[in-house]
């Protein structure tokens, strides 16, 4: 599966922004998707995930409440909306696939993914 994120950029501390991740396989929709981000000089770690038809979603508790993880399958395109950014959202978000995976909870830790797309840069200015 080959995953291209897409829609980081600059933004203000308060502003939104929603990331994109498109597959170029029918395959995308046997696969749960996670987002990850690593920040300068910080390990890579779990934002969200969802399952493979989207009735399971997991968010790391830094962002519940502010980023809302969600899929088209129809378009082989998941979704990380991401509301009331802070500075330290500052970060390269990843995303990743999984096939043969039921639950989001299955998906939380890098090591879990299988395929990788390049990372888009998310830069919170306060």
């Known amino acids: 599966v080959q995953l291209q994120a897409s829609g980081g950029g600059l933004v203000q501390a308060g502003d939104s922004l929603r990331l994109s991740c498109a597959a170029s396989?029918?395959?995308?929709?046997?696969?749960?998707v996670g987002w990850f981000r690593q920040a300068p000089g910080k390990e890579r770690e779990f934002v969200a995930a969802?399952?493979?038809?989207?009735?399971?979603?997991n968010t790391e508790d830094s962002v519940k409440g502010r980023f809302t993880i969600s899929r088209d399958n129809t378009k082989n395109t998941a979704y990380l909306q991401m509301n009331s950014l802070k500075p330290e959202d500052t970060a390269v978000y990843y995303c990743?696939?999984?096939?043969?995976?039921?639950?989001?909870?299955?998906?939380?830790?890098?090591?879990?993914?299988?395929?990788w797309g390049k990372g888009t840069l998310v830069t919170v200015s306060s």
């Open positions: 990743a696939a999984r096939l043969r995976v039921k639950t989001a909870q299955a998906m939380i830790a890098w090591e879990d993914m299988e395929y």
């Open positions: 396989e029918r395959a995308f929709s046997l696969a749960g």
């Open positions: 969802i399952s493979p038809n989207g009735a399971s979603t």
